[in-house]
């Protein structure tokens, strides 16, 4: 990486700090926060056959393959032994999908499909009717269709031209319900349950607040840190109408200062709240030259060699050792991470060097703020 993007990097990482401090006390509707308990996706997942390959699919070392068409030829009345089969063109896979809360028989869903063999490619192949089943067993949804990949992968002779990954591939709408999905709302205590994405005291009782003072009542009271009961009115009443005046409640939720460092990339973010003690900082580079010339050295030129003599190589080696001057900068009590990387910037300190004096200064234990590392 370049300094040129690493100084844009520091750029970018100011201006989201200020943006950070400046929406810091900003307040959110209830719903961009938490989720009502029993509202949730579930996982499907299936096996099925892609066909239509233009040999890129499994080769005959793919036993499972081969037998999956031996049985799919088998329901259209057509016997054929696994051992027999020899086509390229037929991959195996594994499907997944995602069944969303709510769902009704005759909705679309997209399906992943991935190779499960020693396929090369997926392109062009169309998935055949595969049943998806949830972890109960039953099956929810069927999938077939045309696979879109996004990429290709074309060898011969040794050379390969790939692009992307073509052995994933996704079919949108290519799975139809069959089987609903309901989502029980009330809890077997008569309530409804709030849980919060993520778990925070604070941020829990003033949800109950909020809340209260949306209905006008003292229904809604905090359990824990990630959840709150709300109780349901007497009497009747419209329970979707009642789910809309409480998920759409404002909150002002509690942040806890975290700093996230991605030492991959590169990439620091951090919230405006995050505050740095009294501390200084000094910055320097060693910079190491080593360099080698080689001499041959030629002994017949000299009267009176023996056998024993030889041309020989002397390498001559020098090293150089430029230490640069060591840059320091001091920041008051009180100042921000955005405070920090501008003071850095000056010294033109590259972000993988913030990244590690970031990590020095929680060790000496001035930065008031979780350091999360991925």
Request: a negative charge; charged letters at 20%.
């Amino acid at each position: 990486m370049t300094s040129r993007v690493f100084s844009t990097a520091i750029v970018v990482l100011v201006t989201l700090l200020t943006i950070a401090s400046d929406v810091y006390a900003s307040s959110v509707r209830l719903k961009e926060l938490a989720r009502i308990e029993g509202v949730r996706e579930n996982s499907l997942f299936g096996y099925g056959l892609v066909v239509g390959l233009a040999g890129t699919g499994d080769s005959r070392r793919s036993k499972a393959t081969l037998q999956s068409i031996s049985n799919a030829l088998e329901t259209f009345g057509i016997t054929i032994d696994a051992d027999d089969l020899a086509s390229r063109n037929v991959a195996a896979v594994t499907l997944t999908a995602r069944l969303p809360a709510f769902s009704n028989s005759g909705d679309m869903i997209d399906v992943n499909v991935s190779s499960l063999g020693d396929a090369r490619s997926l392109v062009g192949g169309t998935l055949l009717l595969a049943p998806l089943k949830a972890a109960n067993g039953k099956i929810y949804a069927v999938a077939q269709g045309q696979v879109s990949v996004g990429g290709f992968s074309y060898d011969l002779n040794g050379n390969v031209v790939q692009k992307n990954h073509p052995t994933v591939g996704v079919i949108p709408d290519g799975a139809t319900i069959e089987r609903g999905l309901s989502s029980e709302l009330i809890a077997e205590d008569g309530l409804i349950h709030i849980v919060i994405n993520q778990p925070d005291f604070t941020t829990a009782s003033r949800i109950a607040k909020s809340i209260n003072k949306g209905l006008g009542t003292k229904s809604a009271k905090a359990v824990h840190a990630g959840k709150v009961a709300v109780k349901l009115p007497e009497g009747e009443f419209d329970l979707v109408d009642f789910l809309t005046k409480v998920e759409n409640s404002v909150v002002e939720p509690d942040r806890v200062a975290r700093v996230v460092i991605n030492e991959r990339t590169g990439t620091v973010v951090a919230g405006g709240e995050v505050s740095i003690d009294d501390i200084t900082i000094s910055h320097g580079n060693i910079k190491v030259v080593i360099s080698t010339d080689f001499l041959v050295s030629q002994p017949t030129l000299v009267r009176g060699t023996g056998a024993g003599v030889r041309t020989e190589v002397v390498p001559d080696t020098s090293i150089e050792v430029d230490e640069g001057i060591a840059s320091a900068v001091s920041l008051g009590e009180g100042a921000s991470i955005a405070d920090l990387v501008a003071a850095l910037r000056q010294i033109k300190t590259s972000t993988r060097d913030v990244i590690t004096i970031l990590q020095l200064i929680k060790a000496a234990g001035a930065l008031h703020a979780q350091l999360i590392i991925q």
